[in-house]
């Protein structure tokens, strides 16, 4: 059974930091495609960042120079530093694993940058 278990959200002043984790259990994420998206309320879905098995990388130009997606195998862990915080990053963002349409998602982190 895959899960993927976010945590490190919280909320941060506009310009700080935050570090996002998400376990992955079931998967081996060194040889997954691995990624994050968010929601804001009212808002479409997200893609943030992505990294796949090559560990080739993506980001999305809201995030491009702010946000670094990173991986762990050893401990079997996806990261995404964020720093240079905005109150537009403010969202739920989640983990994912795979590519459309066979993606699984985790539960989610809430990250709520004040101004």
């Known amino acids: 059974q895959v899960q993927l278990v976010e945590s490190g959200g919280g909320l941060v002043q506009a310009g700080g930091s935050l570090r996002l984790s998400c376990a992955a259990s079931g998967i081996i994420i060194r040889i997954s495609a691995m990624g994050w998206y968010r929601q804001a309320p009212g808002k479409e879905r997200e893609l943030v960042a992505t990294i796949n098995i090559g560990g080739s990388k993506y980001y999305a130009d809201s995030v491009k120079g702010r946000f670094t997606i990173s991986r762990d195998n050893a401990k079997n862990t996806l990261y995404l530093q964020m720093n240079s915080l905005k109150p537009e990053d403010t969202a739920m963002y989640y983990c994912?694993?795979?590519?459309?349409?066979?993606?699984?998602w985790g539960q989610g982190t809430q990250v709520t940058v004040s101004s």
């Open positions: 994912v694993q795979g590519v459309a349409p066979s993606i699984r």
